[in-house]
Every structure is written in structure tokens, then in C-alpha cells.
């Protein structure tokens, strides 16, 4: 059993900086794979990045390569998401997920247990 607590959320402006951490609970969080999603008002919840159980790979989706980055800190039991370059359509709740079961790493599904969320605003 995991729990994942959210942080870091917040507004901020167009173009602007923020880091979501997302702490586990547990004495094996280094045995789970964990992700960041999104979900936005009236739509899907969606992959936003995840990270390996060791950290070597990450994984991102077209809309955040290149301005989010995904790490891990397994002796600290915490994942976070360094987001810069934000945009308006960034806005959505922001989720932190863990799995250690085997399947795609964008497929919400495939986690097992989620966080509460964090709302992102971005204004323009």
C-alpha cells in the first residue's frame, strides 16, 4: 500500500516556473514506477510524464517535452515535476501516480494507486 501526497501547485503566470513533489508513504517506493497527470476542466485526465524505478528512464508527452522534467529522490520516498515554460494550457489538476505492475507508462490504468491532486493555474 502506497499513499502520495501532492505539493507545489499554485498560479502562476504565462511563461512562469513551478515543482510539484509528490511524497510517498511506505517503506518501497523505490519498487514503483511512478508518473504525472493531468487533468483539465471537461476533459480526459492525461499523461504528462513518468520516471523508472531506478530514474534512468523517463517519458514525456509531446505537449511538456523539452519544458517539464520528471526526477526522483528514493531516499527521500519523493517524485517531482519541474514544470517552466508554462503556458495557459498547462492549467489542469496535476496527479502523481505509482505502479509496479508491467504495461504502457501513459496509460492511467496501469497505476495502481493516485495522489489527491494539486491545482496548476496559468494565466495569460
Known amino acids: 500500500q502506497v499513499q502520495l501526497v501532492e505539493s507545489g501547485g499554485g498560479l502562476v503566470q504565462d511563461g512562469g516556473s513551478l515543482r510539484l513533489s509528490c511524497a510517498a508513504s511506505g517503506r518501497t517506493f523505490s519498487s514503483y514506477a511512478m508518473g504525472w497527470f493531468r487533468q483539465a476542466p471537461g476533459k480526459e485526465r492525461e499523461f504528462v510524464a513518468g520516471?523508472?524505478?531506478?530514474?534512468?528512464?523517463?517519458s514525456y508527452s509531446d505537449s511538456v517535452k523539452g519544458r517539464f522534467t520528471i526526477s526522483r529522490d528514493n531516499a527521500k520516498n519523493t517524485v517531482y515535476l519541474q514544470m517552466n515554460s508554462l503556458k495557459f494550457e498547462d492549467t489542469a489538476v496535476y496527479y502523481c501516480a505509482a505502479r509496479r505492475t508491467l504495461g504502457s507508462v501513459v496509460v492511467a490504468s496501469t497505476y495502481e494507486y493516485w495522489g489527491q491532486g494539486t491545482q496548476v493555474t496559468v494565466s495569460s
Open positions: 520516471i523508472s524505478r531506478s530514474g534512468i528512464s523517463t
